[in-house]
């Protein structure tokens, strides 16, 4: 079945319920690779991140969405879309920001006795993110006391290189932002995941949770 | 010259009006010319809506890098997102000029479609309050028309759109002949109930009227709920002009569709007062060429239809073409936007919506309908509606791993959001003329927008987020917040105004009929026409005046009066 057949049996109401079953992903991605440029596929080049950052970078978006029942941010190629954000998308400072807080990664790493973050045992790389979770709650506490409080001094710009106080531009807060939505707009997240369906099929405006 | 094509009829456009039109012009007989700027387009190749995220580069989140080069303006518009940027125009070869601190946010879309493609689909009625309102303030020009004038024609041209919505009953909200409404979740009607005690019963929420079909409806299917609608829609479930009024127009046999076709300036003609001819500019080719038809119809869309007269200025009409009053380019209106207050709702968290519904909730108007309200005129409603948190609020939470995970999945609190859209008064000073030295990618005068919002529109917004909020509040929600910050004019992209209608020719560029003073073969039946600019989206009101002008201009053919 090619695209336009696709999109003829849509305008057909009968076929609509045969349609939902199929998975959205794969009937309505039908001839859509000539027409788009295209998410990462599996020959993705990487621009950004070389051999050992992409592997620290899989391995930490894996501890925050591992597998469960549904599958992690590892095989759902969270990897490849941080690179195209990094390469394309955002600006300079923030990729600059990014690089180094891989490289902290494996600073405190070192500071452990390990040559770098993917050489350091399992029980201290959970340590370190545990380190970075409670740095960003700590930060994130700060700002909302700074918040309420009337301002003493001019707000100081933060620089690439310099400790953000904003919780949004901290390493940390990046990583786990862009690994949540690499992920929650992977077609595992989407369809696994969060169980939805490109094309629902019907509005109900309130039902119970079981109700998919 | 005298080899330049002849119709019937040339509609400039066919974007809402155009397509309106197209349809009515060949449907009652007219050899009838459509000239669109734009390129075509192909529902096949170019509707996008079911296209996944992970088909595309950057995941749904956009090109960012190029559109902050060419589509620094475009990319304000919540629809011109990654699929959906490419229907609006790029923005380096359609520049307008504004003072510095005097922002205007000109959204638009340049194809066979226009805007059509990319509309919000929320579809209200005027009332006679709006009608009546300018003569009742001695605001602008009396407006010729009442509701009685156009009430068929909303009739006329609802049933073919298919409007989706629930009657209420409302004088200042006219119910039409409504598909059923969509369902309100479960936090909207426990809204819904819980306003019907407060307020002295001024305040009710209801389900959004819209323009998408809640059933099968004049051979276009039933909306499936897929969500993205600004991407197009294969189906044709929702109203544009390319799934409906222009494939209506094709069926006569007597439509000529003509893309990539800039209009540059109308020819008028002094002796007969007449415009004679449409200049035009081949985008492709860059040829001249000139086309001429008994009726105008311009429908190129408020700013643009208003561009095409101040460009076409002769020395009778120095500053525009039918600019006899000096009203042409003035009284430029949009509606008040981003002001409105969300709040938290308890409970219901066994239970969630199912389907992307592509429309929202609708507080109609309640101020200045029974009570004069001591600081300003005119009204504003409110669009919103009810959600549960998704994943992303997970940025904002602690922790990481397997828990984290299975507690971002779950759907989190209920949240609604309200938003007020708000009158604008049209006053001589907001305006457009012709900017001296910048011109578009084809050599067509640029635009220099002048518009800032006024006393009475500066008095409504402080009024807008707290009623929202004490609206939230009414209904039980928590940690209700106001936004007070507001939008630039023109980002609503409900501008209207700058050839208005009125009764008396030194006062507006056209009569009740939507013709030119000036000429009387031009009709000017887009948002440029408006005198006020109600609170209500006015798509709508645009094609109910269009179709109404059609018939009066055919049946003013028949007796040789054109």
């Known amino acids: 079945m090619d695209r336009r057949d696709a999109l003829r049996l849509l305008g057909s109401a009968v076929t609509l319920p045969a349609l939902l079953h199929a998975s959205a992903g794969r009937l309505f991605a039908l001839g859509w690779d000539d027409a788009l440029a295209g998410g990462a596929g599996t020959d993705y080049q990487f621009q950004v991140l070389d051999p050992r950052q992409r592997e620290t970078v899989a391995t930490v978006a894996d501890l925050i969405l591992p597998e469960t029942d549904t599958p992690g941010a590892r095989a759902a190629r969270v990897d490849e879309f941080i690179d195209i954000v990094l390469a394309e998308w955002c600006d300079d400072d923030y990729r600059v920001r990014f690089l180094a807080g891989l490289a902290d990664l494996d600073a405190r790493a070192r500071a452990k006795g390990a040559s770098d973050y993917l050489g350091a045992p399992p029980a201290d790389r959970v340590a370190i993110l545990d380190a970075l979770d409670a740095e960003l709650t700590a930060m994130r506490e700060s700002a909302r006391l700074r918040a309420q409080a009337p301002a003493t001094a001019p707000a100081v710009?933060?620089?690439?290189?310099?400790?953000?106080?904003?919780?949004?531009?901290?390493?940390?807060?990046?990583?786990?932002?862009?690994?949540?939505?690499?992920?929650?707009?992977?077609?595992?997240?989407?369809?696994?995941?969060?169980?939805?369906?490109?094309?629902?099929?019907?509005?109900?405006?309130?039902?119970?949770?079981?109700?998919? | 010259m005298s080899a330049a094509p002849s119709y019937d009829a040339i509609v400039i456009g066919s974007g809402i009006t155009g397509g309106w039109a197209a349809k009515e012009l060949t449907e009652k007989g007219l050899r009838t010319?459509?000239?669109?700027?734009?390129?075509?387009?192909?529902?096949?190749?170019?509707?996008?809506?079911?296209?996944?995220?992970?088909?595309?580069?950057?995941?749904?989140?956009?090109?960012?890098?190029?559109?902050?080069?060419?589509q620094p303006v475009q990319r304000q518009c919540y629809a011109c997102d990654e699929m959906a940027s490419k229907f609006f125009v790029n923005d380096l070869e359609h520049p307008y000029t504004t003072d510095p601190d005097k922002p205007f946010i000109w959204i638009r879309g340049r194809q066979v479609g226009g805007k059509s493609i990319m509309w919000a689909r929320q579809t209200y009625r005027w009332s006679d309050l709006d009608f009546e309102a300018n003569v009742r303030e001695g605001v602008g020009v009396d407006w010729p028309i009442r509701y009685k004038d156009i009430a068929p024609w909303y009739d006329y041209v609802e049933d073919f759109v298919g409007v989706s919505g629930n009657p209420e009953g409302l004088s200042q909200l006219p119910d039409g002949k409504f598909l059923p409404p969509m369902e309100m979740n479960c936090v909207e009607q426990h809204v819904r109930e819980q306003l019907a005690g407060h307020f002295g019963g001024e305040r009710m929420l209801t389900i959004g009227r819209c323009a998408v079909l809640t059933r099968d409806h004049r051979g276009r299917a039933a909306c499936h709920y897929c969500g993205p609608c600004h991407r197009g829609c294969?189906?044709?479930?929702?109203?544009?002009?390319?799934?409906?009024?222009?494939?209506?127009?094709?069926?006569?046999?007597?439509?000529?569709?003509?893309?990539?076709?800039?209009?540059?300036?109308?020819?008028?003609?002094?002796?007969?007062?007449?415009?004679?001819g449409v200049d035009v500019i081949d985008a492709v080719t860059r040829e001249y060429l000139e086309f001429r038809g008994r009726i105008i119809f311009l429908c190129a869309s408020t700013l643009e239809s208003t561009r095409i007269l101040l460009n076409s200025?002769?020395?009778?009409?120095?500053?525009?073409?039918?600019?006899?009053?000096?009203?042409?380019?003035?009284?430029?209106?949009?509606?008040?936007?981003?002001?409105?207050?969300?709040?938290?709702?308890?409970?219901?968290l066994d239970r969630h919506p199912i389907g992307n519904r592509p429309n929202g909730v609708y507080v109609p108007r309640f101020r200045n309908v029974k009570a004069a309200h001591p600081d300003f005129v005119?009204?504003?409603?409110?669009?919103?509606?009810?959600?549960?948190?998704?994943?992303?609020?997970?940025?904002?939470?602690?922790?990481?791993?397997?828990?984290?995970?299975?507690?971002?999945?779950?759907p989190g609190p209920w949240r609604m959001s309200l938003e007020a859209f708000g009158e604008c008064l049209?006053?001589?000073?907001?305006?457009?003329?012709?900017?001296?030295?910048?011109?578009?990618?084809?050599?067509?005068?640029?635009?220099?927008?002048?518009?800032?919002?006024?006393?009475?529109?500066?008095?409504?917004?402080?009024?807008?987020?707290?009623?929202?909020?004490e609206m939230l509040e009414a209904a039980g929600a928590r940690n209700v917040k106001l936004n007070t910050n507001g939008a630039a004019p023109g980002l609503c992209i409900h501008e209207m105004g700058t050839a208005r209608m009125g009764k008396d020719p030194k006062t507006s560029v056209l009569n009740g009929w939507n013709q030119a003073h000036d000429a009387k073969n031009l009709f000017v039946p887009d948002g440029a026409s408006m005198a006020s600019s109600g609170c209500q989206n006015p798509s709508i009101t645009y094609m109910a005046l269009t179709a109404r002008a059609c018939d009066h201009a055919v049946r003013e053919m028949r007796r040789h009066n054109l």
Not at chain 1, 186 to 204: N, Y
Not at chain 2, 48 to 61: A, K, L, N
Not at chain 2, 241 to 252: D, K, N, Q, V, Y
Not at chain 2, 427 to 434: A, Q
């Open chain 1, 157 to 212: 710009a933060a620089t690439p290189t310099s400790a953000p106080r904003v919780p949004s531009l901290q390493f940390y807060y990046m990583f786990r932002s862009l690994t949540l939505t690499g992920y929650f707009t992977s077609e595992p997240g989407f369809t696994l995941a969060l169980r939805q369906r490109i094309i629902p099929g019907r509005l109900l405006g309130c039902v119970p949770l079981e109700v998919q």
């Open chain 2, 33 to 70: 010319l459509v000239l669109e700027a734009g390129r075509p387009i192909d529902p096949g190749e170019d509707f996008v809506e079911h296209v996944p995220t992970w088909e595309m580069r950057y995941h749904g989140q956009r090109d960012r890098r190029r559109q902050l080069i060419d």
């Open chain 2, 313 to 348: 200025a002769t020395p009778e009409f120095p500053d525009g073409l039918a600019n006899s009053s000096g009203e042409l380019g003035h009284n430029l209106m949009d509606h008040h936007f981003e002001v409105g207050a969300d709040g938290e709702f308890d409970g219901f």
């Open chain 2, 234 to 276: 294969v189906q044709f479930s929702y109203f544009s002009s390319i799934g409906s009024t222009l494939p209506a127009a094709r069926a006569t046999g007597r439509l000529t569709l003509r893309p990539h076709s800039v209009v540059r300036r109308l020819v008028f003609d002094p002796a007969t007062r007449r415009i004679s």
């Open chain 2, 378 to 410: 005119r009204g504003y409603g409110m669009q919103g509606g009810a959600w549960r948190d998704g994943w992303d609020r997970g940025n904002d939470l602690p922790g990481y791993g397997a828990d984290f995970k299975q507690r971002i999945i779950t």
């Open chain 2, 426 to 469: 049209p006053r001589h000073d907001n305006y457009v003329d012709l900017d001296p030295e910048k011109t578009d990618a084809w050599g067509v005068p640029a635009l220099r927008i002048r518009c800032t919002w006024g006393d009475n529109e500066r008095a409504m917004k402080k009024d807008m987020p707290v009623t929202a909020g």
